[in-house]
Each structure stands twice: as structure tokens, then as C-alpha cells.
């Protein structure tokens, strides 16, 4: 999550401007789209949408298990939107943290870096689920392959 960053100058201090009396913060960009293709779980990705299409596909190809590939499915997409959903926090986040560095109020800004390390966890912990989620998707193809040999 490293492109909720925000972009600061040779002082560490946040690039910033103003828009309409509003504070805005440059930010880091997006991972590269090399990444963005296959990591799961990324908020700013289609990998996401194309392995939903994996799943459809493979419940065509395994319509004895398409009870068990929707719940995999659906498992799928709440962890990814608990993903998203945890970016925008991380985002608000940075947001708060610069605006603290900005003021040089570093009580907030303390308490704003332990949230930000508690969301990391939550990420982590997601990422785990995800990597469940495809492991189980992968022992659920194996069996069938294994069956139909037999």
C-alpha cells in the first residue's frame, strides 16, 4: 500500500498545494502495471475481475463443485473489497499524518502512525485470507483431476 503515500521534498516535508481552500497532497504512484497484473488483492487492479472470471470459468468446467466455487467466489470478493475499503482508511491516513507534519503537531501524528500500523496487519491478515482462498481453490481442482483419473 505504498501509493497512499505522500510525496514529500528534500526536507521531508509534504508537496502540497491548495485547491479551492482545500489542502492537497501529492501522491506516490501506483505500484507498476507489471505488479498491478498479477498481485491479488491490489485496490487498484484488474487481476481482481480476471480471476472472478477464472472462478465463472472454472464452475463451467467443474459443474459437480459450482456450489463450492461460488462460496470460494464470494469469499473472494468480500476480502477484496475489505482490501479496498482498507486503502481509502490508509489514504485518509497518509492525508492526516501530512497535514500533522505540516503543523509539527507530533501527538497526532504519533497516534496516526499506530493506526496506520494496525491497518498494515489488517492488510497482511487479508493477503493471508486471499492466499487461503487460492490455496483451497487449488486443492479443490487437484481432487477433481485426481477423481476423474481414477
Known amino acids: 500500500m505504498f501509493h497512499e503515500k505522500v510525496v514529500v521534498d528534500v526536507n521531508e ?13 501529492d501522491r506516490v504512484k501506483l505500484c507498476d502495471i507489471k505488479h498491478r497484473n498479477k498481485r491479488l488483492g491490489c485496490a487498484h487492479s484488474s487481476v481482481n475481475i ?20 461460488s462460496e470460494l ?33 507530533t501527538k497526532e501524528k504519533d497516534s496516526i502512525i499506530v493506526s496506520m500500523s494496525l491497518l498494515k496487519t489488517e492488510h497482511r491478515s487479508f493477503m493471508t485470507h486471499l492466499s487461503k482462498i487460492k ?16
Do not use: M
Open 13 to 25: 516535508r509534504p508537496i502540497h498545494r491548495f485547491q479551492d481552500d482545500t489542502i492537497v497532497f
Open 50 to 69: 480476471k480471476f472472478e472470471r477464472v472462478l465463472e470459468d472454472l464452475a463451467l468446467a467443474l459443474p459437480e463443485c459450482i456450489n463450492q466455487i
Open 73 to 105: 467466489k464470494n469469499e473472494f470478493q468480500s476480502v477484496v473489497a475489505e482490501i479496498y475499503a482498507l486503502d481509502h482508511k490508509v489514504g485518509n491516513l497518509e492525508h492526516e499524518l501530512a497535514v500533522c507534519q505540516l503543523k509539527s503537531d
Open 135 to 150: 490455496s483451497d481453490i487449488e486443492e479443490l481442482i487437484k481432487d477433481k483431476c485426481s477423481n476423474k483419473n481414477l
